[in-house]
Nanobody
C-alpha cells in the first residue's frame, strides 16, 4: 500500500522558517518524483516544488524560488521542504504527492499538514 505521510507543519511568524517532511512507503522510491503542493482556503491547489528521486532534478514555483528548498534522502525514503522567509500567503495545507514525474495530477497523495503564518 502506498503511503505518504507529511509532518512538520505548524504556526510560524512571518519571516520564520519551517521544514516539512514527507515519508514515503509502498513503492520504489528511486523510481518516483515527489512533489509538494499547497492549498489555501478558497484557493486552488498550487504546485510548490518537486524533486525527481532518480536524478535529483528540482522544480520550484516562482513564488517560492530562493526561499524554499526541496531535498531527498533516498536512504530514508523521505523528501523535505525547507521553507524560509515565510509570508502570510505561504499559509495553507501542504500535501506531498508521488508520481513517475513532476506533474500536477500526481497519482498518490498524502493527507496534508497545515501551515499557518501569522503577521
Amino acid at each position: 500500500e502506498v503511503q505518504l505521510v507529511e509532518s512538520g507543519g505548524g504556526l510560524v511568524q512571518a519571516g520564520g522558517s519551517l521544514r516539512l517532511s514527507c515519508a514515503a512507503s509502498g513503492f520504489t522510491f528511486d523510481d518516483y518524483a515527489i512533489g509538494w503542493f499547497r492549498q489555501a482556503p478558497g484557493k486552488e491547489r498550487e504546485g510548490v516544488s518537486c524533486i525527481s528521486s532518480s536524478d535529483a532534478s528540482t522544480y520550484y514555483a516562482d513564488s517560492v524560488k530562493g526561499r524554499f528548498t526541496i531535498s531527498s534522502d533516498n536512504a530514508k525514503n523521505t523528501v523535505y521542504l525547507q521553507m524560509k522567509s515565510l509570508k502570510p500567503e505561504d499559509a495553507g495545507v501542504y500535501y506531498c504527492a508521488a508520481d513517475r514525474g513532476c506533474i500536477y495530477s500526481m497519482d498518490y497523495w498524502g493527507k496534508g499538514t497545515l501551515d499557518t503564518v501569522s503577521t
